[in-house]
Nanobody, 125 residues
Framework: QVQLVESGGGSVLSGGSLRLSCAAS????????MGWFRQAPGKEREGVAT???????NYTESAKGRFTISRDNAENTLYLQMNSLKPEDTAMYYCAISPYAYCSGSFSFKLRAYWGQGTQVTVSS
């Protein structure tokens, strides 16, 4: 049974940083595509960053240069380092794993994915 447990969300001021964590169980995270998604009120869910089994990463344009997705294979944990946060980053952030070894972007997650419970990120100005 695949389970994803997220942590690290919270409230910060504009320009601050947060590090989101996603602990995976019931699967080997390094063997599959994993990603971070977010959904703000009134907006559709958006792929923020993804990483596949080869370590290939992809970011949405607004995240480039500010966010870094990484994975600790020994801990079976996915991370999202978020720097220079802006109020526009405010959203519910979800961790996801898609049962494919290769991915670039979020397409495979639309086919099939397991999702975490979400963690709220609020950035105030």
């Amino acid at each position: 049974q695949v389970q994803l447990v997220e942590s690290g969300g919270g409230s910060v001021l504009s320009g601050g940083s947060l590090r989101l964590s996603c602990a995976a169980s019931g699967t080997t995270a390094s063997s599959y595509c994993m990603g971070w998604f977010r959904q703000a009120p009134g907006k559709e869910r958006e792929g923020v960053a993804t990483i596949d089994a080869h370590g290939r990463t992809n970011y949405t344009e607004s995240a480039k240069g500010r966010f870094t997705i990484s994975r600790d294979n020994a801990e079976n944990t996915l991370y999202l380092q978020m720097n220079s946060l802006k109020p526009e980053d405010t959203a519910m952030y979800y961790c996801a794993i898609s049962p494919y070894a290769y991915c670039s972007g979020s397409f495979s997650f639309k086919l099939r994915a397991y999702w975490g419970q979400g963690t709220q990120v609020t950035v105030s100005s």
